[in-house]
Each structure stands twice: as structure tokens, then as C-alpha cells.
């Protein structure tokens, strides 16, 4: 399944990968280091500070591209692994499958089930205890008619044996 990348995807890869080593932030450091040690020897001129000015911008906004192909890829990368688990995991929504196509405002208020999830595991004082979106109202309500129908039994028992 593995596809000859073009030209810019692995210059990408190669570039990002290298500047995001070791060696590239001594190198960044060391050549910052002899900039400054050299400024004597230019009377800190003008064009001295305008050889970093304009080497550290070109470079940030090359790299900007290059770490936003590289973050576009991975950030693909990772939901299409957690679309996997969803459409794999039996009690999960496939809702959740496209998450990255909503609105602001339509995650905002997905986060306000999440928030309603964690109120009811709270309820439930068992942090193993786990619910889908859809599901959850349903799972809560079925346990607790269960807890209180267990209660009245006791209770009907006490009352029997009292």
C-alpha cells in the first residue's frame, strides 16, 4: 500500500525531520553565536543586523509551509487511525467518524454531551463505567430504574421479615 511520495513530500519529511533534530538546534544556536561574536568586527552595523533579520525570516516562512505539510499529514494520519477504532469498536458512534467536518459551534456543543458523559460517571462512582453519546441517557436511566428496584426489593424484604 506504500505510494512513491512526490518530490515536496519527501523534501518535506527530509526537512522537517532534519530541523527538528539536535544538530539542527545547535546549528541555529551556534550560527546566532558567531552573528553576535562578529559584531564588533562590522561596528554592529546595519547590514551586520540585517544579515540575521533576513535570514531568520526567510527561514521561518519557508519553514511555516513545511511544518504545516508536515502537521496536515499527520494530523490525517491519526484520524484516520481513530476513524478506524470507531468503525471498528461496537458500542462507538460513527458520528464521531467525521468530527473534522463540524462546525465550531456544532463541536462546542459535542463537547457539552462529553460534559453530560462525565456528570453521569460521576453519578454512577464508577470511573470504569463508560457510555457512548447515543447511548447514554438510555444506560443511565436502565441502571438506575435497576438500583431502584433493587432498593424497593430490600426494602419490600426488611418490611417482610420486620
Known sequence: MKKKKNLFERFSNWATH??????????????????????PLFNYSETWQLVINTGTT????????LIQKSQ??????????????????????????????????ELDQL????????????KENDLTCTHSIDAANENHN???KLRLQS?????SKTKAHG
Open 111 to 122: 463537547a457539552k454531551f462529553y460534559e453530560h458523559l462525565a456528570a453521569l460517571a460521576l
Open 72 to 105: 496536515n499529514k499527520d494530523s490525517k494520519a491519526i484520524h484516520l487511525k481513530l476513524n478506524e477504532l470507531i468503525a471498528s469498536h461496537q458500542g462507538t458512534s460513527n458520528r464521531m467518524v467525521s468530527l473534522e467536518e463540524m462546525s465550531e459551534e
Open 151 to 155: 432498593k424497593d426489593e430490600g426494602e
Open 18 to 39: 532534519a530541523t527538528g533534530s539536535s544538530t539542527a538546534f545547535i546549528l541555529a544556536t551556534s550560527t546566532v553565536i558567531v552573528w553576535a561574536v562578529s559584531g
Open 58 to 65: 526567510i527561514i521561518t516562512f519557508l519553514m511555516v509551509f
Open 142 to 144: 436502565f441502571k438506575k
